[in-house]
């Protein structure tokens, strides 16, 4: 976990480590020693190696790393697509051991199914429920994501921020506890990927869900999570785990901003020039 | 898709085995339960390829179908790939043809055979232009949709070269489009094994086809009829096989990778 | 013509027919050009020493001659019934096969050098074997029909559920559905656009396969009328004329079937370049 180095990088870092927890939730995902290693063609390729995460209940945590650290791999095995090579992930103290409805995952792009309406796809996980409370339920998720007139429409007429947000709202109407998202907005321009990324914490901000969300640009991960989760790349563990003890709306601009990018800069040992 | 365990190397060969050998058991279990006198058992039937071998009769007939795909299958992929690529190229043209092609299409090259028994006689003829009509649609429809379907920044960095017309079409589209080509040709290939061995039973007196016919009408030899169909499946899928291998070759493979 | 290659036409796919907007300048282009081919050919016809190919007036003549005795109905409906019989029954089997095939890894890789094998052996060349089994008649020309549709549309159906991303399978697992709730609300949307063009190419095939059938082992129909006309006196308007109508049905199946591409919860699966 942690490194105690003596260096302004940990200093810069280290302050925001020792501000105080403001809530104390219970932890609702943890892994622990997962470790995954692929057999592909006969050449054993290790992707993650005894990586350790708790996540409290409510908390917004970001995994940030380069491309193909193994970060995504992480989140398919405690989301339960994939099973590590050792370790285990649990979630409210139940083993994971697959999918599971109570878990959402949104997908990178294409996640959304072609077939099927605005409508269609947020009430597809809806099947338990009476028709009534389904429109009810669409409806409520329609308005939050704003694609408000849109409930007739198929997603190949929409945006690729449109179908991202029709694809959180897909999530989110079946009342998962956890979202995973992996690199969501990969696929958007980045004036496109600021408004998502308010857009996210305003939905995470009403309804409270645990969100563990994978990301490469360092930006993201400090505008968005309460901490962020720095990997090395292959085999990925745990570099270090940074606080972010800034209040939403974050000032982009402001000092304690500017303060902990620097320090990941570094951390992941970025320059600062270009 | 359906199950998360991988598979292991050996089961890549011993699955298709074992559905051979139940097909195979099935077969000859179903002509001993039913007592037929005529329908060949496995058995028989590889007796059958034997005696066909032996006769040289194989390797003659093969050779006679090979030849007559080999003549208009080539002859309708040189007028049809430049025709097609032309087309794709210039939609204005493609849109005044493309209905004339859309009509004669549907027409089976079977339907043509006594038109071209009129224009060729019986022989080695008629079975080649039939053969050339079956595979000039697929490869010129393939050539044509290929074409049109370079990206338009490809075509553009070509005339940015200062590349004219003519040399854009054989440096820039035509690389483009012949991972859709090849598959055109590939499609057509198949097509054209099939007509020719239809075209052999009708038109000709040689030839896998015809032996199909002959067979049965010359002593009811069920055992070599059921023979040439294997054969004639054999033979079908080492041309598929060969060209897909074609596929593998790197200045086209990057069209195949998804 | 030599202006930039797709500057105003890049929706006009070759084979989409009359979908695009600049259409009537292109329809009476197209009309123009088959009058033209047809202009040539009377002439040509007409001046010819040997009878190589009748004119396109006797080749009219030939259609009012057996619409008038009743035969051009009876010969097309004749042809289309054993093509529906024998293309449906395909369907019907190979459809829910090749989507299991495709489905279930083991039983697809165990099958598949079979077909592989079977695939190329043309649907003519069973013809003794469906004489033998059937008899001369109907039941052979079908028996052929559905087998020329049978392994086209099963390997169809394999390649289908072979191209439906893995993130709408993953998808619906994490929505809790049940194996049998996934195979109806995600793995058939998904590959029915596939299955749709499939469907349309083998019906394609399936008309090719019945006029061959017909010319050799049934007594009815447009595969018969062409060989008939020829054997029972060199009429060779009708076998122009039993071409064309060939022609013309073939085009319309396609056409009927084009129009299901089009129903909206398929169109996704059509790109529009």
Not at chain 1, 2 to 29: G, V, W
Not at chain 1, 142 to 161: A, C, I, W
Not at chain 3, 186 to 214: C, D, H, M, N, S
Request: contains cysteine; charged residues 15%; positive net charge.
């Amino acid at each position: 976990m942690a490194s105690i180095i003596s260096s302004p990088i940990s200093q810069k870092l280290a302050k925001a480590s020792a501000a105080p927890q403001k809530r104390i939730a219970r932890t609702k995902l943890r892994a622990e020693g997962v470790s995954m290693v692929f057999d592909q063609d006969n050449n054993r390729v290790a992707v993650l190696d005894m990586v350790d995460l708790e996540v409290s209940e409510g908390e917004f945590v970001c995994i940030l790393g380069p491309s193909g650290c193994g970060k995504s791999t992480f989140l398919n095995i405690i989301a339960g697509f994939l099973s590590p090579t050792s370790g285990q992930v649990r979630i409210d103290e139940e083993t994971v051991r697959g999918p599971d409805p109570r878990r959402i995952f949104v997908f990178q792009e294409r996640g959304v199914f072609p077939w099927l309406t605005v409508e269609g796809n947020i009430g597809f996980g809806l099947f338990k429920l009476a028709k009534a409370q389904r429109a009810e339920r669409i409806a409520h998720y329609v308005k939050l994501v704003g694609l408000q007139g849109f409930e007739k429409t198929y997603p190949q007429e929409l945006s690729g921020g449109m179908k991202q947000r029709l694809e959180v709202a897909r999530a989110l109407a079946v009342n998962p506890d956890v979202l995973f998202l992996d690199e969501p907005f990969g696929a958007l321009d980045s004036i496109t990927r600021l408004t998502m990324r308010s857009e996210l914490l305003r939905i995470w901000e009403a309804e409270r869900k645990t969100i563990v969300f994978v990301t490469h640009d360092i930006d993201e991960s400090i505008q968005l999570a309460d901490r962020v989760i720095v990997m090395s790349a292959r085999p990925a563990r745990i570099q270090r785990i940074v606080n972010i003890d800034m209040g939403h709306p974050r000032d982009i601009s402001s000092r304690r901003y500017l303060e902990l990018r620097d320090g990941i800069f570094e951390q992941i040992g970025l320059a600062h020039k270009v | 898709m359906n199950s998360m365990r991988q598979l292991g190397n050996w089961e890549k060969y011993f699955w298709p085995l074992l559905a051979a050998c139940m097909f195979l058991l099935a077969w000859h279990v179903l002509v001993k339960w039913s007592d037929t006198k005529i329908f060949p058992s496995p058995i028989s039937v590889e007796r059958g390829m034997a005696e066909l071998m032996y006769k040289g009769v194989f390797s003659q007939y093969i050779v006679d179908s090979l030849r007559r795909v080999a003549t208009g299958y080539l002859a309708a992929a040189i007028l049809a790939v430049p025709s097609g690529l032309l087309l794709g190229c210039y939609p204005s043209a493609a849109s005044v043809v493309d209905p004339v092609i859309q009509v004669v299409r549907p027409i089976s090259p079977i339907a043509w055979i006594p038109v071209a028994i009129v224009w060729f006689g019986v022989g080695d003829r008629t079975a080649t232009f039939l053969i050339f009509l079956a595979s000039l649609f697929p490869i010129a429809v393939a050539s044509m949709n290929g074409a049109h379907n370079v990206p338009s920044i490809y075509r553009r960095a070509g005339r940015n070269f200062g590349l004219s017309p003519a040399k854009l079409i054989v440096k820039v589209v035509f690389p483009a489009a012949l991972p859709q080509i090849i598959i055109g040709l590939r499609i057509a290939l198949g097509i054209a094994w099939l007509v020719v061995v239809a075209a052999e039973m009708i038109a000709v007196d040689s030839g896998l086809g015809y032996l199909v016919i002959d067979s049965r009408n010359s002593g009811k030899r069920y055992d070599l009829v059921v023979a040439a169909m294997v054969l004639i499946g054999l033979t079908g899928l080492g041309l598929d096989t060969a060209f897909r291998r074609m596929e593998k070759l790197k200045s086209v493979r990057w069209g195949f990778q998804k | 013509m030599l202006a930039g290659p797709l500057t105003h036409h890049s929706r006009l796919r070759p084979g989409s027919g009359w979908r695009s907007t600049a259409n009537s300048l292109a329809c009476l282009r197209s009309v123009g050009l088959i009058t033209v081919l047809l202009g040539v050919w009377q002439v040509a016809s007409a001046h010819q020493k040997v009878q190589l190919l009748p004119s396109p007036l006797a080749v009219a003549r030939g259609i009012g001659e057996l619409a008038q005795h009743g035969l051009l109905v009876k010969y097309v409906v004749a042809s289309l019934f054993r093509v529906t019989w024998g293309f449906l029954g395909a369907a019907i089997l190979a459809v829910p096969f090749g989507l299991a095939l495709g489905w279930y890894k083991r039983p697809g890789m165990a099958l598949n050098p079979l077909i592989q094998i079977l695939r190329p052996i043309s649907p003519l060349a069973w013809i003794p074997i469906s004489i033998l089994w059937f008899g001369v008649g109907d039941m052979a020309a079908i028996f052929l029909i559905f087998l020329a549709s049978f392994l086209p549309l099963t390997v169809t159906a394999m390649n289908a559920v072979g191209n439906v991303l893995p993130v709408h399978i993953h998808a619906a697992r994490n929505f809790g559905l049940r194996q049998d709730q996934l195979l109806c609300r995600v793995l058939f949307p998904a590959v029915a656009p596939q299955l749709i063009v499939g469907l349309r190419i083998t019906l394609g095939i399936a008309w090719l396969v019945v006029v061959a059938a017909e010319m050799i082992a049934v007594n009815s129909g447009l595969g018969f009328l062409i060989v008939d006309s020829r054997n029972a006196g060199n009429r060779y308007d009708l076998v122009v004329a039993g071409m064309v109508l060939i022609g013309a049905i073939g085009l319309l199946l396609d056409i009927g079937m084009r129009s299901f591409e089009r129903v909206r919860s398929v169109r996704w699966g059509y790109s529009e370049d």
